[in-house]
């Protein structure tokens, strides 16, 4: 059984600065999880396509029921393949990434076409899939539904991800959003209540000895 997601997004920025920006997403705030890039091949079809290669090392937490299942220098850290096919002359950029680590316990592949929206010629339409499988014999639907809803929250942040870098590209300083300046001031909230709340245990265990 294999778990299938797939959506489309849209960046409010032109084709050829989204390809540009591919190439320069890594680092960005939203990504401190991918850690090296190496590019192990590079070549230009008859056709004038670019075919890349590349190989992404990510830090990869697995949940602590499924750490046992794998060794104890691989249960951090994951290695993803990602293959790109960009045609300039249509416009499109394909892109197929998949783990070649930790692929028995959980195997993610995902297949994204960045294409010229058809309703703006200004902005970039993503049509994104994903196939999350695990052939973890007991507990394969568990490690499903976990790598299906982590692969949509990371879906989220290399959305992100890609507005930062090309606000930068752009000579623009990126502004938090809503949802994030309300997670900020949630945080200090809760820290300066935790602070408080010390403070008053402190003072009453201070009562207890008078």
Known sequence: MVKYF???????SSWDQVFLAFWQRYPNPYSNHVL??????????????????????KTSRAPRWAERFLPAHMAQKAYIIEDSVVDPQGRTMTTLTWN???????SVQERC???????????TEIQREAWVSSRLYGLS???QEFGLARFKSNVTKT?????F???????????????????????????AAK???KDLASQAQKKQYV
């Not at 959305?159 to 507005?163: A, D, L, V, Y």
């Open 36 to 57: 090296t890039e190496d590019i192990i091949f590079r070549e230009v079809t008859p056709d004038n396509c670019l075919m890349s290669r590349r190989l992404l090392t």
């Open 100 to 106: 070649i680590t930790h692929a028995r316990v959980m």
């Open 141 to 143: 639907k568990a490690v």
């Open 165 to 191: 870098i090309l606000a930068k590209m752009q000579g623009e300083a990126p502004a938090r959003t809503l949802a994030e300046t309300a997670t900020v001031k949630a945080r200090e909230t809760a820290l």
């Open 195 to 197: 602070v408080k709340a």
């Open 159 to 163: 959305m992100k991800g890609f507005e």
């Open 113 to 123: 076409v960045y294409k010229v929206n058809p309703e703006n010629s200004s902005w």
């Open 6 to 12: 797939s959506c489309t997004g849209c960046l409010k």
